[in-house]
């Protein structure tokens, strides 16, 4: 079981240091209330990430968020997720 676990943690790491493997990366999030953080993605067939991405809860609470993939680069991956902006909830 440790081998498992140090074989997927080697290729965690690979994809958040922006290498592609198996057609997936780690993509850092630019902006708003996930800043920072890196949101792993499978890359679709022409090798873009998807688009947009949409992210709720943790520090944003219920409210929804808005990221679009944007080449980048300073980017390891040469992505990354650019915030931009609330989602305006649904009226019912």
Aim: charged residues 25%; aromatic residues 6%; glycine residues 10%.
């Amino acid at each position: 079981m440790a081998a498992e676990d140090s074989e997927h943690m080697k290729t965690v790491n690979r994809w958040l240091a922006g290498e592609t493997v198996d057609n997936t990366v780690g993509i850092r999030v630019v902006g708003g209330p996930f800043d920072g953080r890196t949101k792993i993605v499978h890359l679709r067939q022409d090798e873009t990430p998807p688009s947009p991405l949409r992210a709720s809860g943790g520090p944003a609470g219920p409210t929804r968020h808005v990221y679009e993939a944007v080449r980048s680069t300073d980017a390891p991956a040469g992505w990354i997720y650019a915030h931009l902006g609330a989602e305006p909830a649904a009226d019912n």
